[in-house]
């Protein structure tokens, strides 16, 4: 009997966990995930700064010509430009791609409207209580709301 | 308990299949509440599967024999400190133990995994709970360790005795971690296919894990070695035993993909050459499981009862075909940035390793298979000895010192032959001047005197690029000497961490060329009072004692040693005999020294009150054990997280904070 007790309380307590993801309320519209293109980038970068490092440090040891070094250092110089460059271009891109996506939302008035201060969902009800998460809310004038100007 | 534990196994099984299904359902679909829940599941597990551990232990402390695992591995008469090995002691127990530690494993890599691995992360957490899958499920279908009996016998069988040796608390969970710990770095690759996420990202996530993972192969390599050396009582701590081979095979590629992944990262190349070594690696440990689970060859090291190597086997192919059905469908992906700049270069000299340590690895796994295949197609089972290895294998390793000890002297991209003269004049040097030492001193064989200054060429190599670099730092910095060391180690630790581990393996290669090509080896028949003589030493039989115990009959005789005519040390070497199990352990008498270990084993005591030794003279032994704690430090600063780097915000990113807070 114990047994049982011990798995069930086992039980019930991992299925909680594994169903909390879909209980909790959502608090903030998710992030941006993390743009794949941007990662290389990043990691380019910092295996270029690795490289020149070690490049430095095997000069010091004696492994690379003074020639070599000058040349290869302004190699990796040149990609590390090239690529920062690249990820500001990307960055900038992203950018105005999420401007003009928060921009569209507004207009079809997915993101107007007022909002619960506690989860940031979106309501249109009179002053009472949020529907999503039961937060007292005290009415549209009392929250700034994205889009309320149009 | 019994019900505590196959529920909990049933619940574990569970939440792996919702936990593959969800993160790979979540991420086709675009749901990421399901990933997330997925992961959570993942989370839970160690949980689940250790109250399923502490069952069993549970059960064997309050020798619950109506559980036949429990019934099979102990008795009413073990010591309380033997229930640990007593855990993974048989096949079922060691199952339960390998899929708590993958989990543990698994829960680590998915919570811990850095940002630039995210995006694959789904993907990797499917593989990771696909293999936990198969062990709960074999255990739950094939291998349950709490299976009851119908009738629970008044006592147990107890514990194997070969087990009861100090080295057994350690050798088995640290070799057991280590194979499965392969399925981390094999996930996180298998991850990255399945994604098909542009970057080298899951490299660095790899590298590290893989470093842990050989650290540990390592130490699970070497603790076998001295449970073997000290109470199998031949002498010897390696006998290419296929059990031993099975262990040997996932390293040799391993140790080939921590370096490979460094090319990877550094010059975007060898993207093929890593996914295909973590493979392999994965694939030899499964075919590790198999062999040491109903394998076809019999072994000291293999759960003999088992019959379960089919579903092994199977397991491993599907793993193969899978793995490689990914990397078909990748290849494009996988195609270097750049080629290789020069033939003499770090890159090549990497190339060159990954090949050896293959060739290693197939010369290893041949003479594995061909008493199988010898049985197949001959009908006769031809084994394979020592004398094999050692022609092939040997030099192989030995071009992988010399290797170890030319690559790191060798830049990026590329080398000018002058540097490289210049680099290598030390080294030669040395190896030059030690082999003319040697002989000097009457060491003509050629092969252990091409060893031995490989050797100091490797040691003298690496001594040279310490002291060049903390030079270099103390005429920049104006620091002393100790202080400029260790900060030159803090701020290059991977490099220096490697010159460590390399400074093991040099040991390593000492000790193991000085044993195999020096050590004596006599019998001798004495009498109480009477010397034998082997070397500088004497050995004097003083008598025998038997020491009968509740499951065992222990007799050891007492012998003094003398060295030059001196007397040295007294040495206790005999044997235990356990009834229940008609076997015997040996219990060698060893001494060791950083020169050579004596080693005696009592063999046999007449009633004549003769008794029977064999006396072993074996050099430079010590170093190999000293070499694995500094493998270990080796491993440590290699690993340890560097300061990360502070970004300074490029245009971009300020354009998007701007866009940002103008949205609040």
Known sequence: MSALIIVGLLAVFVVGVVLTPFLRPRRTPPGPQPDTDLLALVSQREALYQAMETLRLEHELGSVEDVDYQNRLQEYRTQAALTMREQDDLEAELARLEDAISAARVRQGLNGGPRCGECDNPVDQPAGRCTSCGAEWAGPDAITTEGADR | ?664
């Open chain 2, 1 to 664: 308990m019994a019900d505590v534990g196959t529920a909990t196994l049933i619940l574990a099984l569970g939440l792996a299949a919702y936990a593959a299904i969800a993160s790979g359902l979540g991420q086709w679909r675009r749901v990421p509440e399901m990933v997330v829940s997925g992961r959570y599941a993942t989370y839970t597990l160690p949980l689940v599967m250790g109250v399923s551990i502490a069952a069993l232990v549970a059960a064997f402390v309050t020798h619950d024999f109506g559980i036949r695992y429990v019934a099979g591995n102990s008795n009413l008469a073990l010591d309380p400190w033997l229930t640990w090995v007593a855990l993974y002691a048989g096949n079922e127990g060691s199952l339960l133990f390998i899929a708590f530690i993958f989990s543990v494993l698994a829960a680590v890599a998915v919570w811990k995994a850095p940002a630039g691995v995210r995006p694959a992360l789904p993907h990797t957490n499917v593989v990771l709970m696909l293999i936990l899958l198969f062990y709960v499920g074999v255990m739950l279908t094939m291998a349950n360790p709490f299976f009851e009996l119908a009738a629970a016998p008044p006592d147990g069988q107890g514990i194997n005795p070969l087990l009861t040796h100090p080295g057994m608390f350690l050798h088995p969970p640290v070799q057991m971690a280590g194979l499965i710990g392969v399925g981390i770095p094999f996930a996180f690759a298998m991850g990255h296919l399945m994604a098909g996420q542009p970057g080298d990202d899951w490299v660095l996530v790899a590298r590290t894990w893989g470093l842990v993972v050989w650290a540990v192969l390592t130490g699970g390599l070497l603790l076998g070695a001295w449970w073997a050396y000290t109470i199998l009582g031949w002498g010897g701590y390696w006998a290419w035993d296929p059990v031993e081979n099975g262990a040997l095979l996932p390293w040799l590629p391993m140790t080939a993909f921590i370096h490979s992944v460094m090319v990877q990262r550094r010059r975007g190349i060898f993207r093929m050459w890593n996914v295909a070594l973590i493979i392999l690696a994965w694939g030899f440990a499964m075919y590790g499981m198999f062999m040491n689970r109903g394998g076809p060859i019999p072994s000291v090291h293999s759960f003999g009862q088992s019959t379960m190597g089919w579903i092994f086997l199977i397991f491993l192919a599907v793993n193969l075909f899978a793995a490689f059905a990914l990397f078909y469908w990748r290849y494009r992906m996988l195609r270097s940035a750049r080629p290789l700049d020069s033939p003499l270069s770090r890159e090549a000299a990497f190339l060159l390793n990954n090949l050896l340590f293959l060739l290693v690895a197939f010369v290893t796994l041949w003479g594995v298979v061909y008493p199988l295949i010898s049985q197949a197609f001959q009908g006769v089972m031809v084994t394979v000895g020592r004398p094999y290895y050692d022609a092939i294998a040997g030099p192989l390793f030995l071009a992988l010192v010399a290797l170890m000890g030319v690559g790191p002297l060798l830049p990026w991209r590329r080398a000018s032959r002058r540097t490289l003269a210049r680099t290598l004049r030390l080294p030669m040097g040395v190896a030059l001047a030690m082999a003319a030492a040697l002989f000097v001193l009457g060491v003509r064989s050629p092969i252990p005197l091409l060893a031995f200054s490989v050797c100091g060429l490797v040691a003298a190599g690496i001594l040279r690029e310490w002291a060049r670099g903390t030079r270099a730092r103390r005429s920049r910095s104006g620091e002393s000497y100790p202080v400029a060391f260790g900060r030159l180690v803090a701020s290059n630790r991977p490099r220096y961490g490697g010159y460590i581990v390399h400074l093991a393996i040099v040991m390593l290669a000492f000790s193991i060329t000085g044993s195999s090509f020096y050590s004596v080896q006599r019998d001798f028949s004495l009498e109480v009072g009477e010397r034998a003589a082997l070397g500088r030493y004497e050995v004097e039989y003083l008598g025998a004692s038997t020491y009968p115990g509740p499951d065992r009959l222990e007799q050891r005789a007492e012998v003094q040693v003398y060295r030059d005519g001196r007397p040295v040390y007294r040495l206790s070497p005999g044997y235990v005999f356990y009834p229940a199990f008609s076997m015997a352990a040996a219990r060698a008498g060893i001494r060791s020294s950083v020169v050579e270990d004596v080693y005696i084993i009592a063999s046999e005591f007449s009633d004549d009150g003769r008794a029977i030794f064999r006396i072993h003279l074996n050099p430079l032994v010590l170093w190999m054990w000293i070499s694995g704690p500094l493998m270990l430090v080796g491993t440590v600063v290699a690993l340890w997280p560097e300061r990360a780097r502070v970004q300074r915000p490029t245009a971009g990113r300020q354009l998007r904070e701007r866009a940002l807070a103008s949205r609040m």
